[in-house]
């Protein structure tokens, strides 16, 4: 069914039909089959790869960037990025990176693997710190690789009533300074980072539902940082009546990146160590003056950051699907075609989903809803 329409829609195909068949006009062949065709995800079990559940480490009054002191060491926070870690990395790194070296040390310990820790290890071996970077989990079994990877620098950053003064300032900062860094790495040979077409589509099957918190929304300072989304054409764009917005969206190959990332502060001369940390004691006992936190959720134990509260997300990854190269928004479910799979994801009905819950376990209910609700995207 969708082969035929492909070779109707491809037009090339004409020799196909015979000379002499025309090609039907887009408005004969009914709404549903208006647009141009599309292939869809293969939304079904037999393609679920995996599924992976990751703990947002979320801070209601936003990340924190911040110097600490314990006796003769120097502790230099960054951790708390919610939803928006990989994307707001490169600007916390710069902040962290420079409130590290003005502690006059040049040889420091940054504790973490994950998108925060490296690239915050990388700014410091880029002013000629000598870095180390210690962790239990190593880059692809952090939590940072279970993430969707998508630019999302406001997602779940912050509560509206709980962030401090000339916070929105400095979030404007990290997100310009880390999209700037981000647009560097467009085109490269292993393109850990692109751009796909994303479609957001009409159609509820349940209602939205008010969160009980107010999570704060920064993304219109950023206006005109990304190209503009279009208005929908029904009958050129795939999806029909259905396709409410459609734009570029910027997305992070995770594998991908993450490989990047470590072959460059190995580059510079970093080191990596594997290590667990069971109390602050031990970590204070490092040999190095100053002491980085880039931990996520794992700062709770160590830090007594009870102002972090854990938000599950679980996502479904279909097989790598490089003919389908796009993005789809329907029905509080999200798909995004990576080079590293398609990943599928439930967000449900409003941004509390998964608040409080530090579970990492998969929910099979949760896979067979979101790949249900994928299908009918197509239908
Ligand atoms: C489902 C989901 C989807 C997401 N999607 C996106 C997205 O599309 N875009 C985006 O920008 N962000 C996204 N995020 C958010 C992003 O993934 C996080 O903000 C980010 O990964 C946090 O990175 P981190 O380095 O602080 O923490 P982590 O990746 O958790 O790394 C912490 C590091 O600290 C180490 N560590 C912790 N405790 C100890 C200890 N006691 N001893 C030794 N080592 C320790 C760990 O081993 C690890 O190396 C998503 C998150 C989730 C859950």
Known sequence: MHTDRRIFMAGGAASLLGACTPLPRLQDLGPKHQGTWIEPFKANRRNLMKVTVCTRPFRPAGPRLEVERFGSKTVVHNYGHG??????????????????RSQGHTDIAVIGAGVIGLTTAIRLVETGAVVTVYASEFPSETRSARASGVWSPSSRIALADRVPQGFADRWERWARYSHAKHLEMLGLADDPIEFVTQYN????????????????????????????????????????????????????????????????????GGKMVRRTFANRTQLLSLPQPIIVNCMGYGANAIWDAEDLAPVRGQINWLLPQPSARYALYYDGVSAVSRRDGVMVQYLGPNEDWGYGDPGETPDPTETDRALETLRRAYE
């Open 83 to 100: 939803g928006s870690g990989w994307s707001l990395s490169w600007g916390c790194a710069a902040e962290t990176a420079s409130l590290a």
């Open 201 to 268: 589509l009409r159609g509820r099957s349940t209602p939205r539902v008010r969160a009980n918190r107010e999570y704060l929304h920064l993304d219109r300072r950023l206006r005109g940082l990304n190209p503009a989304w279009g208005d929908p054409d029904p009958e050129r764009d795939p999806f029909s009546a259905k396709l409410r917005r459609k734009g570029p969206a910027m997305i992070f190959n995770v594998a991908r990146y993450f490989d990047r990332l470590v072959r460059q502060f190995e580059a510079k």
